[in-house]
Structures are given as structure tokens and as C-alpha cells.
């Protein structure tokens, strides 16, 4: 009787520490799982950290790139102002210093032979005929067909000259009507143009300009085209070349005189 009594009490602790065991074990697998699901969220927000860290570098890295565009292009834009202005400069210098040409010859008095419509005359290396008289300007069809204005100071008879005495008059040399080294040429018809271009090269060239600026543009090519014809076909222009980037490039032509 004793030793079943003794049995019983070792079976009722056996159960007891079994019962135990399987709750120890339900207890730990429940703070596994949620050990696991505290990894996991863990690891899940660790990764959406780094995504947006990521995202945030290329965000900063795309702004700064476009900072450091803009600050180039700006520092860029910045050298051609500067160029453009030490080119307008120079050439505002070139055009100042044939105006004082031109004023010195101003103070030379000399006779000048009266001319009527129909005179042959010449100026310079040129010869035509004179088609008007306005005021003291003289219009002239040149021996190429090209009509030019002329101030009748510079004038020189060639054949068929006047009877009677010549009246001799006090006259100055008055600069040319663009009173310009560049001419711009942009949203103008290529006749009008053209008509636009000769003036100024006629002007320039008795102002004794050797070097011009004429503007024509890129456009659709066609005045450039108009242009370059015009030149190559000028007796007087000794050659041209497109211009320096920071004065118009392809859209514009230096002229040499």
C-alpha cells in the first residue's frame, strides 16, 4: 500500500513537470514567433530607411548637378558678355577713329567743280554717271550698274566737262548716312536686303572703313546665301569670313575693305 502511495505521488509530479514543460515550451514558441515578427518589421524598416536614403542621395545629387549647370552656363554666359562688350568696344574705337579721319579732312577747304545730272565723274577707283543731285550729294550709276551715294566734295570730272568757269565753294566731307561699322540685316527680304547692304558698303567704303559687320542671321539660309553672292560679286570687298562666336557666328560676316 505504501509503495503505491509512493508511486502515485511520483506520477502525479511526473504529470506536473510534463504539464509545465508543455507550457514552458507554448511560452517560448510564443515569444519565437514574435521575437521573428519583431525581426522582420525590424528588418522591413531598416530597408524602407535605406530606400529612402538612397532616393534622398540621387534627389541631392540631381539637384547639385543642376546647380553646378546652371552656375557654369551662368559663368559661361558671363565670358561671352564680357567678349561681346571688348568686341562692340574695339569696334565703337575703329568707327570713332575714321569719324576723326574724317572730321580732319573736314577742315580742308578745296574747289569743287559744279556738277549737273549726266556728268561723268569719278570717285576713287570707281567711274559713273550722275543720276541726282541732293543737296550736296550726288546719286551714281558706277560702271557695274550698282547706284551709289557720294558727296560731290569727293567728286572728280572724267570727260565731258563744263563749259564756262568753275564756282568755287566752300564744302566739307559729311560722313555717310549709316555713320555705322555694322549693319543688321535680320527679318529683311533679300532684295531689300541686298538694296540695304550695297548703301552700306558704298557708305563704308568712302568713310574708308577696311573692316565691317553685317548681321544677316541663320534662318532658312536664304539671305546668308543672297549675302555671300552680293559679296563675292563686289569689286570692292577684298574678302569675308564669318564672325567670332560672341558677334553672331554663322549669322554674320566680317568685310574686308
Known amino acids: 500500500k505504501k509503495a503505491k502511495e509512493v508511486y502515485g505521488e511520483d506520477k502525479d509530479r ?41 532616393s534622398l542621395d540621387a534627389h541631392i545629387y540631381t539637384e ?33 577713329a575714321h569719324k576723326k579721319v574724317v572730321e580732319i579732312k573736314t577742315q580742308t577747304v578745296k574747289e569743287v567743280e559744279a556738277f549737273k545730272v549726266g556728268d561723268r565723274v569719278k570717285y576713287q577707283s570707281s567711274k559713273g554717271e550722275i543720276l541726282s543731285i541732293k543737296g550736296n550729294k550726288a546719286f551714281i550709276l558706277n560702271d557695274l550698274g550698282m547706284r551709289v551715294q557720294v558727296n560731290l566734295a569727293l567728286l572728280q570730272r572724267s570727260g565731258n566737262p563744263i563749259k564756262g568757269p568753275s564756282k568755287k565753294v566752300s564744302v566739307s566731307v559729311q560722313k555717310p548716312e ?75 560676316k566680317v568685310i574686308q575693305l
Open 178 to 252: 549709316t555713320g555705322k561699322i555694322s549693319l543688321d540685316l535680320h527679318g529683311q527680304r533679300s532684295d531689300e536686303a541686298i538694296e540695304n547692304l550695297d548703301k552700306f558698303i558704298s557708305d563704308s567704303l568712302i568713310a574708308g572703313f577696311d573692316e565691317v559687320l553685317v548681321y544677316h542671321g541663320i534662318g532658312s539660309g536664304k539671305l546668308s546665301y543672297a549675302v555671300k553672292k552680293y559679296l563675292d560679286a563686289h569689286p570692292k570687298v577684298k574678302g569675308y569670313s564669318d564672325a567670332h562666336p560672341s558677334s553672331g557666328g554663322f549669322g554674320a
Open 64 to 96: 547639385k548637378s543642376k546647380l553646378h549647370k546652371e552656375y557654369y552656363d551662368a559663368k559661361e554666359e558671363a565670358k561671352k558678355a564680357i567678349k561681346a562688350k571688348k568686341v562692340e568696344e574695339s569696334h565703337q574705337h575703329l568707327n570713332i
Open 14 to 54: 511526473l504529470n506536473e513537470l510534463i504539464q509545465r514543460s508543455s507550457d514552458l515550451e507554448r511560452e517560448y514558441k510564443t515569444k519565437i514567433l514574435k521575437l521573428d515578427e519583431d525581426i522582420e518589421n525590424y528588418e522591413r524598416l531598416t530597408r524602407n530607411l535605406k530606400e529612402q536614403k538612397e
